[in-house]
């Protein structure tokens, strides 16, 4: 490696300058950025999993066509992500087969089932919300088109936790057994939404590197504080509780202490163990299965077309 590009590559980090895909750039950034970029899309892809479950069984027209749209919009969200990792150089058929495969991760809340239609609305209010709030930090990531598709998919991703707020609020304010769906619903989605911000800082291999090269821009912790402290009143609004007997405000620290994740079972869904894992990769594969008369039909009409 020169030391010339090397320093070139650090200055520019340190002015907050942005790396562009032409630009030099140290090998272990790049693979890091493929391995980070990925699994985002991973999780875009089979995130979209848990909510079309509940397309055909939206209770309303209008629920069916923001779910559909929102679950299309997640569609949209992987397709940025392939794209922008291919700018590294990365070939999309490798990183779907690594999924398809089960060697490459993605978000860990994926792998959990959607059981009522109260999901849908704390899926929104909850999963969404974490992401825009690791995705915010994201759009000032040092990598320009990842950057770039950050902040295209923030503003449809708040659209998406509104909406599941949205759900939280009718049914929070609906019938006893509505009440108690909501409440159920939250009592299972908030762990899970706690994990997606990964491991604590001290035990989170990747963490250190990345912040030098700004590819994260704020720490696993620091992000999950941030979104307990900012769920915390929209729980209160909704007459919702939180299922987690530690959680109280802290003065001092001027945010609020909450109880420690269950991080065995975090590492056991990571590792491919959770509820749903086996469930979603054999979607994920035989989506692949059924689409590959449409990708060789378009490889060869463009094979015909270039000639
Ligand atoms: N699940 O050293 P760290 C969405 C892995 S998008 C699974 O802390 P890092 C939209 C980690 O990859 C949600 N694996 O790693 C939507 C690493 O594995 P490796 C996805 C996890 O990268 C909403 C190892 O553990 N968002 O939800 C998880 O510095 C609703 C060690 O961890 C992104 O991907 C986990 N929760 O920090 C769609 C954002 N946590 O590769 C549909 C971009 C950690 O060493 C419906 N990614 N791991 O084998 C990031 O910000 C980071 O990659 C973190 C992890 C924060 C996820």
Redesign the pocket.
């Known amino acids: 490696m020169s030391d010339k590009k090397l320093e070139e590559f650090e200055n520019k980090l340190k002015a907050d300058i942005k790396i562009e895909p032409r630009d030099w750039m140290p090998d272990d950034y790049r693979k ?1 950025l493929i ?3 990925s ?2 899309a991973h ?2 892809i ?3 999993l ?2 079309g479950n509940w397309i055909t069984r939206a209770p309303s027209l209008k629920r069916k066509k923001i779910l559909m749209a ?2 299309q919009d ?1 569609a949209g ?1 992987g397709l940025y992500l392939y794209c922008a990792t291919e700018t590294l150089g990365a070939d999309r058929k490798d990183l779907i087969e690594q999924l398809n495969t089960g060697k490459a ?6 792998n959990y089932p959607t059981t009522t239609w109260a999901d849908m609305g704390a ?2 209010w909850l ?2 919300g ?2 825009i709030m ?2 915010v ?2 759009q000032r990531t040092s990598y320009a088109p990842y950057s770039r598709a950050m902040v295209r ?1 923030c503003k449809e ?1 708040s659209f ?1 936790q509104r909406q599941g707020f949205e759900i939280m609020e009718v049914m929070s304010n609906g019938t006893k057994e509505q009440r108690e769906m909501a409440q159920d619903a939250l009592d299972r989605w908030w762990w899970p939404a706690l ?5 604590h ?1 001290a ?5 250190a590197k ?1 912040l030098l090269w700004k ?2 821009r704020e720490t ?1 912790d620091e ?1 999950r504080q941030r979104f307990v402290d900012r769920v915390v009143p929209q729980a209160d609004f909704l007459g919702l509780k939180i299922p987690d007997p530690d959680l109280k405000w802290n003065e001092k620290k001027g945010g609020h202490d909450f109880g420690e994740i269950d991080w065995d079972e ?1 590492y056991s ?2 590792n491919g163990n959770g509820p749903c894992n086996r469930e979603r990769l054999k979607a994920r594969t035989e989506a692949d299965e059924n689409g590959r008369w449409v990708r060789e039909a378009a490889e060869a009409y463009a094979a015909k077309h270039a000639s």
């Open positions: 890091n391995r980070m970029m699994q985002h999780s875009e089979v995130g979209m848990p909510e929102k679950v997640e969200h991760k993605y978000a860990s809340v994926f899926v929104g999963v969404d974490a992401a690791n995705q930090s994201l998919i991703e998406h994990m997606m911000f990964g491991p800082d035990n989170s291999p990747r963490s990345s590819i994260k696993n992000l975090f869904v990571v």
